[in-house]
């Protein structure tokens, strides 16, 4: 199954996720939905954030030149938030997966529909 399909199926096909992408931990691109605009860099620092919230917390984080607050994170997850919206970034052994989601979804089902695929991925040893 190509990496797009799940982009396209499981996250956007959910219905919990307006944008998504799938990268790897260096913030290469592997697939993208329509509109999905973060940049490498923005992606790195992303990365970053799983091994250094402070930054995170401090300066919030951007991603398709829109700045996130920064809520919470755990060793495999990181939730930002802008205004109602937010996105979700989960990471497993060899990727990240980030959903944006818009009300009137909220962070928890988002979270639901990326840790069904992160959790099928760390399975298949990704």
Avoid: H
């Amino acid at each position: 199954m190509s990496w797009q399909v799940y982009v396209d199926q499981q996250l956007l096909g959910s219905g919990r996720v307006k944008e998504a992408a799938i990268c790897s931990l260096d913030g290469n691109i592997w697939a993208r939905s329509a509109g999905f605009q973060a940049s490498t860099e923005e992606l790195k620092k992303l990365i970053a954030t799983f091994q250094q919230t402070q930054e995170a917390a401090q300066n919030g984080i951007f991603l398709g030149n829109k700045k996130y607050f920064f809520l919470r994170s755990t060793e495999d997850t990181v939730y930002g938030k802008w205004g109602e919206d937010g996105f979700v970034a989960m990471q497993t052994n060899m990727c990240l997966i980030v959903a944006i989601f818009t009300k009137p979804v909220s962070a928890a089902e988002c979270a639901t529909a990326v840790g069904r695929i992160v959790d099928y991925l760390k399975s298949a040893g990704y």
